[in-house]
């Protein structure tokens, strides 16, 4: 038994919880170093030998200048600064570099990282001493040579993202500071010339072989003999798949690779290449001179490989333009069926890749699409090369744009250029898209509507229903699997709270429809919401069409089956663990107004990307805590609906608007009697008897009780009374000493049953009498 203290207070719980809250984002963001916070205390001559001190100046642009005496030798600046550096953590990995006055540089020092190395039995020295070797290492010839998407000469097996990271970073970013100052020679490169943006307003019908054949879609055939040809010197002791001494077997089998690619924000490839409802989709998504690329393969290698599984990072491809170079994560990533173009063949794999929105790219300069192939050479041991295909958009979705009054001078403003324009063109365009949306989606929307329709007449006919416990559960049960299985997983229609505040943030911002009819399955979920608020509060949706919600209510009804102990939460406990969601949800909102994006993140207190939206194809965190609160639901019944979850919550608090009472109750629920309030899944019964509407999820269980006149106690008394008035009726005057008896015998029946159905106390109070405004129940 737990016991609550009394003098543990509702207001109390919401100061703890928000300190928790405010402890965890002043933890997140004091995580993230900046260059004055490492060389504060820093050792120069560690970094650049023979320094003595560092330069005094202001690091806003974010260098410091080191000397030794007043001879300046160089200058000290962090990767994660000038170039990308993220790794399988998500976060940079953070690492000192030296630089000198020839381009040289000097040293490098790792100082900050979240990667899970040590994890995978690798020990930090050896990324260290990797670190290390960049001494002596000329970024100014490296950066004239040809060499420039070169693998790095040592990667450090099972740590080939990571390693692959700290080499890109390092000489991407010393080729970035070397031309910025002009170190060893290096000047900017490019110069006054034509600037070109994308033509936004071009737009038609084109099929697989035009895209292809005119550059929208480029394309790297490889072949195993290339494979083997490019590996030629490496120690051939694989006997794997891929090895030198099976190229016979498997060249039978087909290309090693056919890879394609395009830039799909361009509006001609993109419309053609993904269809228009796929299309519209990226749009929602992309923000205002973002890109996004396809990228589709046949043949035996995945260009995805299984590292985005275990780690959420697309180890094998990255995307490079210029000196920036971007590597991409399950968040950016979409994973398609098919391509949409007239004439497309099928692919065994088709993705979609956002460029992220902090990374610098221009669509209308050449970009360079590298594949990682790898070699296993032994147990641990692995070789790597790489092959690549160069894209560079079509002159003809390009226009020139006058240098002397609207040439953008870098790329940023060149990109909020676009997305202007882009902007603009989406809204002439975004009525008649979201129509032809609808459109191409009328099966799922049909289904979808059926569904809806069923449940509704469910819930205004459910006292013809509830009266027949059989055919209830059994609709029920079948529509909990219905939403699990086509809601959730095939449909991805798993509504968030990020749904609410994206519309409470759109009222301040100027508030569109079209934009939320862009998704016609989650649009027509919100309207059915919006509706049920009016008549049953949150519990339509909570307790019916959550695909997460259906989850654990089915994994709980498995787990009674096996005989899992359930656990009865004290009221006590569950009236102070309830509170939670609305405060979690409380705190998203308010975040939400002051930064989305951080909104967003925290809103990842709701499992359902991870467990529905995604299937557990996530970093392993988020797999271990969606887990963690299905596990949970299996002792306590839908236990993060109770608790948690702040979509929940956001429907409850406008749910108090409903305009009618259809859940009815007796005198007698809660004083005796107590077996709805036993029985009810969620707790949302009172000990009183009242229902409480913001907790309940209408399973219309009590309502199966209400009518149930073999385990409701005064259903019991009811029906003895009805056969003692029959008996009475068809007795004659003589008899009645008889009748009594009988009577007499019906009624001790009654209140055995009454003491033995689990409300807890005898119902001495025979005339009990319908709560729903005097109505009374005949039968």
Not at 233 to 252: E, F, L, M, V
Request: net charge neutral; with cysteine; proline share 4%.
């Amino acid at each position: 038994m737990v016991v609550v203290s009394g003098s543990f207070s509702l207001s109390g719980l919401r100061l703890l919880l928000l300190a928790v809250i405010g402890w965890g984002l002043a933890f997140t963001s004091s995580f993230a170093g900046t260059l004055d916070d490492y060389v504060v205390s820093l050792d120069a001559g560690s970094i650049m030998p023979g320094a003595d001190h560092i330069g005094e100046e202001q690091t806003t642009d974010h260098l410091v200048p080191v000397y030794s005496g007043s001879n300046q030798l160089g200058y000290i600046f962090l990767n994660s600064d000038w170039a990308n550096s993220v790794g399988y953590s998500g976060k940079p990995i953070d690492i000192l570099v030296g630089i000198s006055m020839q381009g040289v540089i000097t040293g490098a020092r790792l100082v900050a990282h979240k990667e899970p190395i040590v994890l995978v039995g690798i020990p930090e020295s050896k990324i260290t001493d990797y670190i290390a070797g960049y001494t002596g290492f000329n970024i100014a010839e490296y950066a004239r040579s040809e060499e420039l998407d070169a693998l790095p000469d040592d990667i450090v097996s099972g740590a080939t993202v990571t390693i692959m990271v700290i080499d890109d970073s390092i000489r991407r970013s010393a080729i970035k500071v070397a031309r910025t100052l002009g170190l060893g020679g290096l000047a900017q490169p490019g110069g006054k010339g034509d600037k070109f943006a994308v033509d936004m307003s071009q737009d038609g019908q084109a099929s697989w072989d035009e895209l292809l054949g005119d550059g929208s879609v480029r394309r790297l055939s490889l072949s195993h003999g290339d494979v083997a040809q490019a590996f030629e010197g490496t120690d051939d002791r694989g006997q794997g798949k891929g090895s030198g001494n099976d190229q016979a077997r498997i060249a039978a089998d087909g290309p090693f690779i056919d890879l394609y690619t395009a830039l799909v924000s361009i509006p001609m490839i993109g419309h053609n290449l993904l269809g228009d409802a796929e299309y519209a989709n990226l749009q929602k998504v992309l923000k205002p001179g973002q890109q996004a690329l396809l990228v589709a393969a046949n043949g035996e290698y995945s260009f995805k490989g299984s590292g985005y599984v275990r780690g959420g990072v697309f180890d094998r491809i990255q995307v490079i333009q210029g000196d920036n170079s971007v590597r991409f994560r399950d968040k950016h990533h979409k994973r398609l069926g098919e391509i949409a173009a007239e004439g497309a063949p099928r692919f065994r794999e088709v993705a979609l890749f956002v460029i992220p929105e902090e990374v610098p790219f221009d669509p209308t300069v050449p970009w360079h699409l590298q594949l990682l192939v790898q070699r296993q050479l032994g147990a641990l041991e692995k070789a790597f090369t790489t092959f690549g295909v160069d894209y560079a958009p079509p002159v003809k979705y390009l226009r020139k744009i006058d240098v002397a009054t609207a040439a953008p001078d870098n790329v940023s403003e060149k990109a909020n250029e676009v997305g202007a324009q882009k902007s603009g063109t989406d809204t002439q365009n975004r009525d008649a898209l979201w129509k032809r949306i609808w459109t191409n989606r009328i099966v799922d929307i049909v289904i979808l509507s059926c569904a809806i329709l069923l449940l509704t007449g469910l819930f205004f006919f459910q006292d013809w229903f509830v009266r027949r416990r059989k055919l209830t559960q059994r609709i029920r049960t079948g529509f909990l699997i219905f939403t699990v299985v086509w809601i959730g997983y095939y449909a991805n229609a798993q509504l968030s709270v990020v749904n609410v505040l994206t519309v409470a943030n759109s009222f301040g911002s100027g508030f569109d429809w079209s934009y939320f009819l862009m998704d016609p399955l989650i649009f027509m979920l919100w309207f059915a919401v919006a509706a049920s608020l009016i008549f049953w509060g949150r519990g339509a949706y909570c307790g019916w069409l959550c695909p997460f919600g259906a989850l654990q209510e089915l994994l709980n009804k498995l787990a009674k089956q096996l005989r899992i102990p359930q656990i009865a939460v004290p009221f006590g406990l569950h009236q102070r663990l309830w509170p939670i969601k609305y405060i979690a949800f409380l705190v998203l909102f308010g975040i939400s107004f002051h930064a989305f994006d951080q909104a967003e993140h925290l809103a990842e207190i709701e499992p359902f990307k991870t467990a529905i939206i995604l299937s557990f194809m996530r970093d392993w965190p988020f797999v271990l805590f969606a887990v963690l609160l299905l596990v949970a639901g299996l002792f306590i019944e839908r236990f993060y609906c109770r608790y948690l979850c702040p979509l929940g919550a956001a429907l409850a608090i406008p749910g108090r608007i409903r305009v009618n009472d259809w859940l009815k109750r007796y005198r007698d629920c809660g004083s005796p009697c107590h077996r709805c309030a036993n029985e009810c899944m969620v707790q949302a019964i009172h000990p009183d008897g009242h229902i409480d509407p913001n907790e309940c999820l209408y399973c219309l269980h009590c309502q199966e009780l209400y009518y149930d006149d073999q385990n409701c106690p005064v259903m019991i008394q009811k029906l003895a009374r009805f056969e003692r008035r029959m008996a009475l009726q068809s007795g004659s005057k003589t008899s009645r000493p008889q009748t009594k008896t009988e009577t007499t015998s019906h009624s001790k029946p009654s209140s055995a049953s009454c003491g033995s159905g689990g409300c807890g106390a005898s119902c001495s109070n025979p005339k009990s009498s319908d709560g729903n405004n005097g109505a009374s129940n005949q039968l």
